[in-house]
T-cell receptor, first 114, second 111 residues
Framework: EAGVVQSPRYKIIEKKQPVAFWCNPISGHNTLYWYLQNLGQGPELLIRYENEEAVDDSQLPKDRFSAERLKGVDSTLKIQPAELGDSAVYLC????????????FGEGSRLTVL | AQSVAQPEDQVNVAEGNPLTVKCTYSVSGNPYLFWYVQYPNRGLQFLLKYITGDNLVKGSYGFEAEFNKSQTSFHLKKPSALVSDSALYFCAVLYGNKLVFGAGTILRVKS
């Protein structure tokens, strides 16, 4: 069974440029999460989707971050414009509904903003 | 707010020796507690969880964790460490439908 797939794995951009990350969850997983992992810290939830509905986006900085999951499968996380402080690893995870914390994570997309 | 703390940034242990990675929690009500592991250049992987029942929970790769309500702890343990156990370990608590992670502990197992 294929796991959670994220791309790109690495991205280097200059500040003020836009960037987008893509995630393909495990087939059949209704719930999709985007987490932010800063160096030396644990992952922090940015947004959670149940199918195509964003049910928790309270931690998403909406002035520059946006996300979508149009057909309830793949998801895209966008930053526009990027700032130096956005350098981090962006993790996507998926789970079955009601999984009670058992998430499957992708390998992450590492962003460096210069 | 629900939170977990991992008091050690790094734990060093010799191969074959028992290992413990510590986690304490601050939770109102009954906690749902988890351990995840992150190997280099790999995604986080679920190891084990405690929801209710037996205080000793067994998980993947020979790991286990002991829930201690009086000490508000959920330490990860393994009787005999392997070099391949070297990784970054995260304790987490389920808060509503959101996993809240600790800062992580690097485990280094030396041969």
């Amino acid at each position: 069974e294929a796991g959670v797939v994220q791309s790109p794995r690495y991205k280097i951009i200059e500040k003020k440029q836009p960037v987008a990350f893509w995630c393909n969850p495990i087939s059949g997983h209704n719930t999709l999460y985007w987490y932010l992992q800063n160096l030396g810290q644990g992952p922090e939830l940015l947004i959670r989707y149940e199918n195509e509905e964003a049910v928790d986006d309270s931690q998403l900085p909406k002035d520059r971050f946006s996300a979508e999951r149009l057909k309830g499968v793949d998801s895209t996380l966008k930053i526009q414009p990027a700032e130096l402080g956005d350098s981090a690893v962006y993790l996507c995870a998926s789970s079955l509904r009601g999984a009670n914390g058992e998430l499957f994570f992708g390998e992450g997309s590492r962003l460096t903003v210069l | 707010a629900q939170s977990v703390a991992q008091p050690e940034d790094q734990v060093n242990v010799a191969e074959g020796n028992p290992l413990t990675v510590k986690c304490t929690y601050s939770v109102s009500g009954n906690p749902y507690l988890f351990w995840y592991v992150q190997y280099p250049n790999r995604g986080l992987q679920f190891l084990l969880k405690y929801i209710t029942g037996d205080n000793l929970v067994k998980g993947s790769y020979g790991f286990e964790a002991e829930f201690n309500k009086s000490q508000t702890s959920f330490h990860l343990k393994k009787p005999s460490a392997l070099v391949s156990d070297s990784a970054l370990y995260f304790c987490a608590v389920l808060y509503g439908n959101k996993l809240v992670f600790g800062a992580g502990t690097i485990l280094r197992v030396k041969s």
